[in-house]
Protein backbone atom coordinates (compact mmCIF):
# COMPACT_ATOMS: atom_id res chain seq x y z
CA UNK A 1 0.00 0.00 0.00
CA UNK A 2 1.93 3.25 -0.91
CA UNK A 3 2.13 6.39 1.74
CA UNK A 4 1.68 8.36 -0.67
CA UNK A 5 -0.11 8.93 -4.18
CA UNK A 6 0.23 10.97 -7.06
CA UNK A 7 -1.11 11.13 -11.04
CA UNK A 8 1.87 10.06 -13.36
CA UNK A 9 0.95 12.55 -15.70
CA UNK A 10 1.94 13.90 -17.76
CA UNK A 11 0.28 17.28 -17.24
CA UNK A 12 0.10 19.31 -20.29
CA UNK A 13 -0.38 22.67 -19.86
CA UNK A 14 -0.13 26.08 -22.12
CA UNK A 15 2.40 28.36 -21.20
CA UNK A 16 0.81 31.37 -18.69
CA UNK A 17 -1.65 28.70 -17.58
CA UNK A 18 -2.26 27.31 -14.18
CA UNK A 19 -1.12 23.87 -13.56
CA UNK A 20 -2.64 22.05 -10.42
CA UNK A 21 -0.38 18.69 -8.74
CA UNK A 22 -2.36 16.78 -6.56
CA UNK A 23 -1.03 13.91 -3.84
CA UNK A 24 -3.02 12.21 -1.31
CA UNK A 25 -1.11 10.61 1.47
CA UNK A 26 -2.45 7.56 4.19
CA UNK A 27 -0.96 8.33 7.39
CA UNK A 28 -2.64 11.03 9.50
CA UNK A 29 -0.01 11.78 11.76
CA UNK A 30 2.18 13.10 9.14
CA UNK A 31 3.38 16.28 10.08
CA UNK A 32 4.86 18.28 7.40
CA UNK A 33 4.53 18.00 3.52
CA UNK A 34 6.87 19.02 0.95
CA UNK A 35 6.97 19.62 -2.90
CA UNK A 36 10.05 18.81 -4.58
CA UNK A 37 11.05 19.18 -8.99
CA UNK A 38 13.29 16.91 -10.39
CA UNK A 39 14.26 17.60 -13.83
CA UNK A 40 15.36 14.69 -15.92
CA UNK A 41 19.12 13.04 -14.63
CA UNK A 42 18.80 15.78 -11.36
CA UNK A 43 18.44 15.52 -8.05
CA UNK A 44 15.14 16.92 -6.91
CA UNK A 45 14.92 20.52 -5.30
CA UNK A 46 12.88 21.87 -2.66
CA UNK A 47 10.21 24.20 -4.08
CA UNK A 48 7.54 24.32 -1.25
CA UNK A 49 7.01 23.24 2.64
CA UNK A 50 3.60 23.51 4.25
CA UNK A 51 2.81 22.34 7.35
CA UNK A 52 -0.39 23.57 8.68
CA UNK A 53 -3.70 23.31 6.83
CA UNK A 54 -4.62 26.08 4.02
CA UNK A 55 -2.61 27.86 1.37
CA UNK A 56 1.17 29.22 1.73
CA UNK A 57 2.31 31.13 -1.15
CA UNK A 58 5.59 31.75 -2.48
CA UNK A 59 5.88 33.70 -5.74
CA UNK A 60 4.09 31.83 -8.50
CA UNK A 61 3.50 28.58 -6.44
CA UNK A 62 1.07 27.71 -3.71
CA UNK A 63 0.85 24.78 -1.61
CA UNK A 64 -2.47 23.97 -0.36
CA UNK A 65 -2.70 21.27 2.61
CA UNK A 66 -6.07 19.63 3.68
CA UNK A 67 -5.77 17.49 6.66
CA UNK A 68 -8.87 16.15 7.19
CA UNK A 69 -8.97 14.99 3.35
CA UNK A 70 -5.01 14.61 3.27
CA UNK A 71 -4.42 16.05 0.56
CA UNK A 72 -1.84 18.73 -0.80
CA UNK A 73 -1.55 20.71 -3.63
CA UNK A 74 0.79 22.47 -5.75
CA UNK A 75 -0.67 25.46 -7.50
CA UNK A 76 1.83 26.82 -10.33
CA UNK A 77 0.64 30.45 -11.73
CA UNK A 78 1.99 31.85 -15.02
CA UNK A 79 3.49 28.70 -16.20
CA UNK A 80 6.77 28.80 -17.99
CA UNK A 81 7.92 26.28 -20.42
CA UNK A 82 11.59 25.87 -17.52
CA UNK A 83 8.66 24.43 -15.00
CA UNK A 84 8.48 21.41 -17.41
CA UNK A 85 9.64 18.32 -15.25
CA UNK A 86 8.29 15.94 -12.46
CA UNK A 87 6.68 17.06 -9.36
CA UNK A 88 7.24 14.91 -5.91
CA UNK A 89 5.09 15.09 -3.31
CA UNK A 90 6.80 14.33 -0.13
CA UNK A 91 5.44 13.50 3.58
CA UNK A 92 6.86 13.29 6.81
CA UNK A 93 6.07 10.80 9.38
CA UNK A 94 9.08 9.71 11.04
CA UNK A 95 10.55 9.20 7.53
CA UNK A 96 10.37 11.25 4.09
CA UNK A 97 7.77 9.33 1.60
CA UNK A 98 7.35 10.31 -1.85
CA UNK A 99 4.96 9.99 -4.09
CA UNK A 100 5.90 8.59 -7.68
CA UNK A 101 5.59 12.14 -9.18
CA UNK A 102 3.45 13.66 -11.71
CA UNK A 103 5.16 14.75 -14.81
CA UNK A 104 4.55 18.44 -16.09
CA UNK A 105 4.97 19.55 -19.55
CA UNK A 106 4.28 23.19 -20.22
CA UNK A 107 4.23 24.18 -23.75
CA UNK A 108 5.03 27.43 -25.55
CA UNK B 1 18.30 26.50 1.67
CA UNK B 2 20.91 24.30 3.32
CA UNK B 3 23.15 22.74 1.09
CA UNK B 4 24.43 18.63 0.51
CA UNK B 5 27.31 18.08 -1.71
CA UNK B 6 27.61 14.54 -3.20
CA UNK B 7 30.16 13.22 -4.86
CA UNK B 8 31.59 12.00 -7.26
CA UNK B 9 28.59 12.69 -9.61
CA UNK B 10 29.06 9.70 -11.89
CA UNK B 11 31.24 6.47 -11.87
CA UNK B 12 31.82 3.83 -14.08
CA UNK B 13 33.41 0.85 -13.04
CA UNK B 14 34.06 -3.04 -13.77
CA UNK B 15 32.24 -5.89 -12.00
CA UNK B 16 33.35 -6.89 -8.88
CA UNK B 17 34.91 -3.66 -7.77
CA UNK B 18 33.76 -1.35 -4.79
CA UNK B 19 32.48 1.92 -4.86
CA UNK B 20 32.31 4.77 -2.53
CA UNK B 21 30.05 7.74 -2.66
CA UNK B 22 30.52 10.84 -0.01
CA UNK B 23 27.96 12.93 1.24
CA UNK B 24 28.34 16.21 3.06
CA UNK B 25 26.01 18.78 4.69
CA UNK B 26 28.10 22.19 4.04
CA UNK B 27 26.12 24.50 5.91
CA UNK B 28 24.44 22.89 8.79
CA UNK B 29 24.82 19.56 10.92
CA UNK B 30 23.18 16.70 10.13
CA UNK B 31 22.54 13.67 12.92
CA UNK B 32 20.65 11.54 10.33
CA UNK B 33 21.08 11.40 6.61
CA UNK B 34 19.02 9.62 4.02
CA UNK B 35 20.17 7.43 0.85
CA UNK B 36 17.76 7.03 -1.92
CA UNK B 37 18.00 5.11 -5.19
CA UNK B 38 16.47 6.30 -8.34
CA UNK B 39 15.58 3.95 -11.55
CA UNK B 40 15.14 5.82 -14.71
CA UNK B 41 11.66 6.89 -14.83
CA UNK B 42 10.89 5.80 -11.53
CA UNK B 43 10.48 7.54 -8.37
CA UNK B 44 12.84 7.70 -5.33
CA UNK B 45 13.48 4.18 -3.07
CA UNK B 46 14.53 5.31 0.51
CA UNK B 47 17.82 2.70 1.36
CA UNK B 48 18.89 3.56 4.71
CA UNK B 49 18.91 5.69 6.95
CA UNK B 50 21.85 7.37 8.07
CA UNK B 51 22.88 8.08 11.55
CA UNK B 52 25.68 10.11 13.05
CA UNK B 53 27.89 7.68 15.15
CA UNK B 54 25.60 4.41 14.75
CA UNK B 55 24.76 2.08 12.42
CA UNK B 56 22.06 2.90 9.84
CA UNK B 57 18.66 1.72 9.65
CA UNK B 58 18.18 -0.18 6.32
CA UNK B 59 14.70 -0.62 4.50
CA UNK B 60 13.49 -4.37 4.09
CA UNK B 61 15.20 -5.48 1.28
CA UNK B 62 18.15 -3.31 1.45
CA UNK B 63 21.37 -5.70 2.04
CA UNK B 64 22.88 -4.05 4.29
CA UNK B 65 26.18 -5.96 3.73
CA UNK B 66 26.37 -4.74 -0.19
CA UNK B 67 25.33 -1.36 0.82
CA UNK B 68 27.98 -0.25 3.61
CA UNK B 69 27.00 2.89 5.51
CA UNK B 70 29.29 5.21 7.54
CA UNK B 71 28.14 8.44 9.08
CA UNK B 72 31.33 9.19 10.94
CA UNK B 73 30.34 13.08 11.53
CA UNK B 74 27.62 15.35 11.21
CA UNK B 75 28.33 16.18 8.70
CA UNK B 76 29.70 13.71 6.47
CA UNK B 77 28.04 9.99 5.49
CA UNK B 78 29.04 7.73 2.83
CA UNK B 79 27.53 5.18 0.88
CA UNK B 80 29.97 2.22 -0.01
CA UNK B 81 28.34 -0.17 -2.76
CA UNK B 82 30.71 -3.28 -2.36
CA UNK B 83 31.23 -5.88 -5.02
CA UNK B 84 29.20 -4.44 -7.61
CA UNK B 85 27.15 -5.42 -10.40
CA UNK B 86 25.33 -4.35 -13.08
CA UNK B 87 22.18 -4.49 -11.72
CA UNK B 88 23.06 -1.96 -9.31
CA UNK B 89 23.92 0.95 -11.90
CA UNK B 90 21.39 3.60 -10.70
CA UNK B 91 20.94 7.29 -9.72
CA UNK B 92 22.12 7.16 -5.98
CA UNK B 93 21.36 10.27 -3.69
CA UNK B 94 21.51 10.90 -0.36
CA UNK B 95 19.60 13.58 2.05
CA UNK B 96 19.84 15.30 4.84
CA UNK B 97 17.38 17.09 7.14
CA UNK B 98 17.84 20.72 8.40
CA UNK B 99 15.62 21.27 11.07
CA UNK B 100 14.81 18.67 13.36
CA UNK B 101 12.24 16.15 13.05
CA UNK B 102 9.77 18.02 11.06
CA UNK B 103 12.27 19.93 8.77
CA UNK B 104 12.68 20.05 5.36
CA UNK B 105 15.03 17.84 3.04
CA UNK B 106 17.88 18.58 1.00
CA UNK B 107 19.41 16.58 -1.33
CA UNK B 108 22.91 15.97 -2.85
CA UNK B 109 23.35 16.17 -6.71
CA UNK B 110 23.09 12.59 -7.13
CA UNK B 111 25.84 9.87 -8.28
CA UNK B 112 25.32 8.50 -11.00
CA UNK B 113 27.02 4.56 -11.17
CA UNK B 114 26.96 2.47 -14.19
CA UNK B 115 28.53 -1.12 -13.44
CA UNK B 116 30.11 -2.65 -16.77
Known amino acids: QKEVEQNSGPLSVPEGAIASLNCTYS??????FFWYRQYSGKSPELIMS????GDKEDGRFTAQLNKASQYVSLLIRDSQPSDSATYLC????????FGSGTKLNVKP | GAVVSQHPSWVICKSGTSVKIECRSL??????MFWYRQFPKQSLMLMATSNEGSKATYEQGVEKDKFLINHASLTLSTLTVTSAHPEDSSFYIC????????????FGEGSRLTVL
Open chain 2, 27 to 32: DFQATT
Open chain 1, 90 to 97: AVNFNKFY
Open chain 1, 27 to 32: DRGSQS
Open chain 2, 95 to 106: SARSGGATGELF
Open chain 1, 50 to 53: IYSN
